[in-house]
């Protein structure tokens, strides 16, 4: 071979090892979030779900990436949401704000693995036949949402035991809204208590909620698990001290943000379980393997300067179950 011939020979492969070594390198994990509400209603979730990732060896930038949709409230958009990631060729969906995000997700894909968090039974809405061993792309946790909607009803009646008539507050454009209102009704029912059913699914209506309670004469407010609902915890909070009306919320964030009182799962917990199976999913792990897991857990949370405010007097039996007291 002649030194021209084999100068270029060499030149021409050197040029190409950059390629090649590009090409051989591993493409970086995608992971798709799926979200009901707004950014800013869940960013402490999402720093949660972060440092979740990063605690099992996978950083956003760095070895993974996470491409975020969010419906701000608005679930005829999470369709559109869903089959955006699936082009998008995601590893895993994360899907968040209860049942109407998963089953958009669940309908966008049969092979992309999903996990769901929702407050929901999900085998009665459709997402798996099996808690135990899903049969499907799809596993998550569930919070003990709709299950203790009764004992809310109990706590604000023992709180105010001359309530006699209850508002409950439903986003009619969640799935099973008509479901979960019957449920309340019937355990409304049982404590000789009159409810009024009221929707909401937009700040408007939020605000209707508040005029009409004193047509309504209603005593108190009851708020139904919902994404919707739950990004708009502070607009719920400040109303409820303007109107002067007592509240019980689903989750303990309503209360941070400056609700009365909450009875639920913890949905950090939950979280932490969902941040889990997202990275044994990264690792190669299948979502039949990961059983749905089932919050067992409940909290009550009581604000005491929102109570002071409201000129109520928390009795102190109540206040030796609370979990936690914030001053």
């Known amino acids: 071979m002649r030194r021209r011939e084999f100068i270029t020979l060499v030149g021409g492969a050197a040029a ?18 799926l979200a009901s509400g707004t ?22 930038g760095q070895n993974v990436a996470i491409e975020y949709r969010w419906a701000d409230g ?87 035991p001359a ?7 439903v986003n009619p454009t969640t799935p099973f809204a008509d479901i979960q209102s019957g449920e309340i009704h019937a ?22 909620v508040f005029a009409s309670l004193v047509q309504l004469r209603a005593d108190a407010l009851a708020i139904a698990p919902d994404a919707f609902l739950f990004t708009h915890k502070e607009q719920f909070a400040a109303l409820t001290l303007r109107h002067g009306v007592p509240a019980i919320y689903p989750y303990r964030e309503f209360v941070v943000a400056g ?13 932490r379980v969902a941040t889990v199976y997202t990275a044994q999913i990264l690792k190669g792990e299948k979502p039949t393997n990961l059983p749905v897991q089932r919050a067992t857990r409940v909290e009550l949370i009581i604000n005491m ?9 928390i009795p102190d039996k109540l206040l030796a179950r609370a979990d936690e007291v914030i001053e």
């Open 187 to 208: 355990a409304a029912h049982a404590l000789g208590l009159q409810l009024h059913i009221l929707h909401a699914s937009t700040e408007r209506e939020i605000d209707r």
């Open 74 to 160: 608005h679930y005829d958009r999470l369709p559109v949401l869903a089959a955006d990631l699936v082009h998008r060729r995601v590893a895993v969906i994360v899907t968040l704000g209860g049942v109407p995000a998963a089953l958009a997700a669940k309908a966008a894909t049969t092979t992309i693995p999903i996990v769901f968090l929702t407050g929901s039974d999900p085998v009665a809405s459709g997402l798996v036949s099996s808690l135990s061993r899903p049969d499907s792309n799809l596993t998550g946790t569930t919070t003990l949402g709709d299950e203790v909607g009764q004992k809310r009803l109990e706590l604000l009646h023992e709180l105010i």
């Open 16 to 33: 190409t090892w950059p390629l090649t070594a590009r090409a051989q390198q591993p493409t970086m994990p995608v992971v798709g979030w």
């Open 259 to 271: 609700g009365l009182m909450s009875y639920g799962s913890s949905v950090r917990d939950t979280f």
């Open 163 to 169: 309530v006699t008539i209850i508002a409950l507050v």
């Open 39 to 60: 950014s800013e209603a869940y960013a402490s979730y999402v720093a949660a779900f972060r440092e979740g990732l990063r605690r099992a060896g996978y950083v956003e």
């Open 305 to 313: 300067k929102t109570a002071k405010a409201l000129g109520l007097s």
